[in-house]
């Protein structure tokens, strides 16, 4: 199985981005799936998932301004960002699990992806 993130570049404060996730070598349907971001010197923290029947959560701090979809029709998982802020900035992980439940915990997950870096700029 294979997470492949893209879409992360360099942008002003208050632009948008696309994060794109594209599975491989099996299908999520019936999985949850999740992005995770890291910012230098600091944890990997939640930021979204979705659930398999396409329900969404989100941490307190991108909530209003990011939304994740998924398209299970070529098994992929998008993180679209609005109004970004420097504080965002970090390198984005998508992830994946067996079973349904959209867990906000990183052990949780059973694959990830590579990560793309997102820098938002003042």
């Known amino acids: 199985v294979q997470l492949q993130a893209s879409g992360g570049g360099l942008v002003q404060a208050g632009d948008s981005l696309r994060l794109s996730c594209a599975a491989s070598g099996r299908t999520f349907r019936s999985g949850a799936m999740g992005w995770f971001r890291q910012a230098p010197g600091k944890e990997r923290e939640w930021v979204a998932s979705s659930n398999s029947g396409g329900y969404t959560r989100y941490a307190d701090s991108v909530k209003g301004r990011f939304t994740i979809s998924r398209d299970n029709t070529v098994n992929t998982v998008y993180l679209q960002m609005n109004s970004l802020k420097p504080e965002d900035t970090a390198v984005y992980y998508c992830?994946?699990?067996?079973?349904?439940?959209?867990?906000?915990?990183?052990?949780?997950?059973?694959?990830w992806g590579q990560g793309t870096l997102v820098t938002v700029s003042s």
């Open positions: 992830a994946a699990r067996e079973g349904g439940y959209f867990y906000a915990t990183r052990d949780k997950y059973d694959y």
